[in-house]
């Protein structure tokens, strides 16, 4: 008898530890505002709009950011701005259906 209410509050244990550390964040993060658990200290900030569903960046030497939209285009962010012609645009070569497109 007493044995068996000791595994079952051990039981009850576990299961409302599990429950609490799914429940409560990580100490030492924030949650930024797109849903991402930053380290305490660090702010989530949006440098570029305007693109598509990008999946890369890459930085040039001249100071250009190139960018990687899903769909096959290769964005340009210089001085500040994103340059409105793409670099390259292979939209008619990439398959960007559901987890396929130009990924880095």
């Known amino acids: 008898m007493f044995r068996t209410r ?3 509050l051990l039981r009850i244990g576990v299961i409302l ?3 609490a550390s799914l429940l409560l964040p990580p100490a030492g ?3 930024a505002q797109g849903g991402f ?3 305490y200290g660090f702010i989530q900030e949006g440098v570029v709009m305007g693109l598509t569903l990008p999946t ?3 930085l040039a030497p001249d100071g250009r950011i190139f960018i990687t ?3 096959g285009r290769v964005r340009v962010f210089r001085d ?3 340059l409105g012609d793409p670099f390259i645009d292979m939209t008619t070569e990439v398959n960007d259906a ?3 497109g130009l990924m880095g």
């Open 56 to 58: 890369s960046f890459a």
């Open 6 to 8: 000791v595994i079952h």
């Open 80 to 82: 500040g701005e994103l």
């Open 37 to 39: 658990n930053l380290p």
């Open 17 to 19: 530890a599990l429950v």
């Open 29 to 31: 993060t924030a949650r």
């Open 69 to 71: 939209e899903k769909a």
């Open 98 to 100: 559901a987890d396929r």
